[in-house]
């Protein structure tokens, strides 16, 4: 076979040049011949100097994530790095698209770092719950400081072509267009000097100068890093850059690396990053499918979703005209996208042109007539059956042919909401989740009829507006919601039966949720369709509200709450509770945390199960997407189902057992063959 790299000599400087698609990810080949090829550049006379360069997208984006977890294959990357930073050659990375991971690392080893302004450069690894094994944690702060450092390894986002030369990562811009003959002239230029190294001396002192530079950064970044394991190894690594010679440094970051591989996090998140692209891949809709062209977008209601899902189009430069029954209704919608928008240029997350540009793409309209020539309509109309079909067969009468008609109800029937169409094949469910400029996740809900080329132009737009898309099939609640009434009902439940309302909460927030189902309760508002009637209690809700406990905005509902919206659980809830239990003859007992956390999180993985069972999901790994991105599942646990794999499906099923709830036929065949979901 071929190596991915081959070489070209021009005069005294040799090009090394990668070309394997998709991202030049650094294979067992591609590090064969990268080794080969530099050990050949170093020992040719004619070589007076050396570029590294990338075909394709991008300079190389990494290790090759799918090679983790089997058996290591030489040759060992830092090794050849090592082997090549010791040249006194002038060795130089010409860099474009991304240079992630190991590919910045093989950057970092070079003497010399030029780049293309569109180019990203960055240490993502904490993403996969891992840190650089490469000495990127040990190189990297050496060069441009253990501050500048800190946060590209802990967090892992990469950085701009021009932000990194203003740190010093990268010696030069070159252009978009000459990167290859820039770079051999760098090259040239560096020739007979003596040749940079940053693995040399330790990291200048900033970690010394403030001590309490990383301490500093834990607490700041505390609540991003909750649970998660690798981003406190990345510090350690960065700290030990400033503390310890170069070869002790290496040494301690590949112990913690190894210790990070061989841990679940890190299998969790690599599981995650394949599931996330898989999701956006439909089994039965060929890849090739004709994309329709979508430059026009209509929503009706402009109300909190309506204002929300208008915004991802606008932000992604897609016109939209939003329709609304009343003005006042109307100018409420638009002036709220405005503020929005205004809120994130506070933030310095946009510039004021850019708001501009957004909102300029906007019509608001009171007239269904407007909507004629749209490409694509999403109604966000209340959550009625009836109104729907209504709203659909208004659309189908004025929006021209071959349009797509989407719902973005939560639970409703697509199947039934096309049929007040006369082209069920364009009709498709697009959930958007609340807040829906913000919240990631997509349900495409696909109808029995939905065309194929509809919804790859689903799954094509989702990645344009930024979301991430899940295809469900049509059933109550999708997949999210679905599961999420079974964890609901449990909740509801264990209160009844004496669970502390605050152990149910701490169980899911020490799992790794942002909040539990009472907290959460409180922040929206427990008086969300009261009746009003504190004379009329039938749920513990409507006991609540009853006696004025409407949540964090009354200073009080499950919890008591301070001036700083700090939580404190009520003796005079916990009694109600009790009251209601009585009355409808629920008996109380004491209950455990363990047991709180099998019936929240076990019902979830049966009814994840049937889900499957059902092909209401494509596979498993798309459930993991949902939670994780939907419902605030730990990204460090993989998701339901992978988190069920990880315990072990038996486990599940003997916990199901245990509380008398439900297993399905799916689950427990899966279970008795020791199989896993994904
Ligand atoms: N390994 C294997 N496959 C990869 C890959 C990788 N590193 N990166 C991407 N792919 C596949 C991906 O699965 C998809 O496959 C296709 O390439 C296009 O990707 C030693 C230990 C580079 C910004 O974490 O962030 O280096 O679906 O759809 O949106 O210390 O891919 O087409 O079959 O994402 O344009 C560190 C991960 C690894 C970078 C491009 N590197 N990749 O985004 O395309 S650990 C990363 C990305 C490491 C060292 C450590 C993105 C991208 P398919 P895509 P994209």
Redesign the pocket.
């Known amino acids: 076979m071929t190596s991915p790299i081959r070489t070209e000599l021009h005069d005294d400087v040799l090009v090394v040049i990668s070309d394997n698609?998709?991202?030049n990810?650094?294979?067992q080949a591609v590090r064969q011949g990268l080794k080969d090829a530099i050990e050949g550049a170093l020992g040719d006379d004619r070589v007076k100097a050396v570029v590294i360069r990338c075909d394709g997208?991008?300079f190389?984006?990494?290790?090759?994530?799918?090679?983790?977890g089997k058996p290591p294959q030489g040759p060992n990357?830092p090794e050849t790095l090592d082997a090549m930073e010791a040249s006194d050659k002038p060795v130089v990375a010409a860099i474009h698209?991304?240079a992630?991971?190991?590919?910045?690392?093989v950057a970092l080893a070079c003497h010399y770092r030029v780049a293309v302004p569109s180019a990203?450069i960055g240490?993502?690894?904490v993403?996969?719950g891992?840190?650089?094994?490469?000495?990127?944690t040990q190189r990297l702060p050496r060069l441009v400081g253990a501050e500048a450092a800190l946060p590209m390894v802990a967090i892992?986002n990469?950085i701009a072509a021009k932000k990194a030369q203003s740190i010093g990562l990268i010696d030069a811009l070159v252009g978009e267009d000459s990167l290859e003959a820039d770079a051999i002239a760098f090259a040239r230029s560096k020739i007979g000097q003596d040749v940079p190294r940053s693995s040399e001396g330790t990291a200048n002192q900033d970690g010394v100068k403030n001590p309490d530079l990383f301490d500093e950064f834990r607490t700041r970044q505390g609540r991003k890093m909750r649970g998660f394991d690798a981003p406190n190894a990345a510090i350690e690594a960065v700290k030990a850059a400033g503390e310890m010679p170069y070869a002790e440094g290496v040494k301690k970051e590949r112990e913690l690396?190894m210790k990070l591989?061989s841990g679940t996090q890190s299998a969790a998140m690599r599981h995650y990053?394949?599931a996330?692209?898989?999701a956006?891949?439909i089994d039965d809709v060929p890849a090739d499918t004709e994309i329709l062209p979508i430059k026009k977008v209509g929503i009706i209601g402009a109300g909190t979703m309506g204002g929300g899902i208008a915004m991802n189009f606008l932000s992604a430069g897609i016109a939209v005209t939003i329709l609304e029954m009343k003005q006042d209704a109307l100018d409420r919608g638009t002036s709220v996208m405005r503020k929005n928008y205004e809120n994130t240029a506070k933030r310095g997350r946009m510039t004021g042109e850019q708001v501009e540009q957004a909102m300029g793409l906007l019509t608001p309209t009171l007239e269904y007539d407007d909507l004629a020539d749209c490409d694509l309509v999403i109604e966000a109309v209340f959550e009625n059956m009836d109104v729907k079909k209504e709203v659909f067969a208004k659309l189908d009468e004025t929006v021209k042919q071959g349009a797509i008609l989407a719902s973005n109800t939560s639970y409703l029937d697509i199947d039934e909401i096309a049929t007040a169409t006369k082209r069920p094949g364009y009709v498709i469910g697009l959930h958007f989740f609340s807040p829906a400029n913000i919240m990631k996740l997509l349900e495409v809900v696909r109808g029995a009829k939905t065309r194929g080329d509809v919804l790859a132009t689903a799954m094509k737009l989702s990645?344009k507006i930024g979301k991430v898309a899940v295809v469900s099939g049509v059933c109550p609640g999708f997949i999210g919601n679905r599961m999420l009434s079974k964890r609901q009902e449990q909740a509801n439940q264990l209160i009844m039966e004496g669970a502390n309302y605050w152990d149910v909460d701490d169980v899911l927030l020490e799992f790794g949720f942002p909040m539990g189902p009472f907290q959460m309760g409180d922040l929206a508002g427990i008086d969300i369709g009261w009746h009003r009637d504190p004379t009329k209690v039938t749920t513990i809700r409507e006991a609540l509200c009853a006696v004025g406990r409407f949540g964090q905005k009354a200073g009080k509902g499950f919890y008591d709450y301070d001036e700083a919206r700090q939580r404190t659980p009520s003796d005079e809830v916990k009694q109600i509770i009790a009251d209601f239990a009585a009355r409808e003859g629920s008996e109380q007992r004491d209950i455990s945390k363990g047991e709180i956390k099998e019936r929240l999180l076990y019902p979830m993985v049966n009814e994840g199960a049937k889900i499957l069972d059902e092909g209401m999901a494509q596979r498993a790994s798309d459930i993991d997407v949902v939670w994780i991105n939907g419902y605030g599942w730990p990204l460090f646990t993989g998701g339901p189902m992978f988190w069920a794999d990880t315990i072990g499906l038996s486990t599940v099923v003997e916990g199901l057992e245990k509380h008398g709830l439900e297993v399905s036929d799916y689950l427990r065949n899966k279970a008795e063959k020791g199989e896993t979901f994904n």
């Open positions: 698609p998709p991202v990810a650094l294979g997208r991008t190389f984006a990494g290790a090759d994530i799918t090679e983790f990357l698209g991304t992630l991971g190991g590919g910045c690392e990203k240490l993502p690894e993403k996969l891992l840190i650089p094994g490469a000495a990127g892992g990469p690396f591989m990053f394949f996330e692209r898989a956006n891949k990645k």
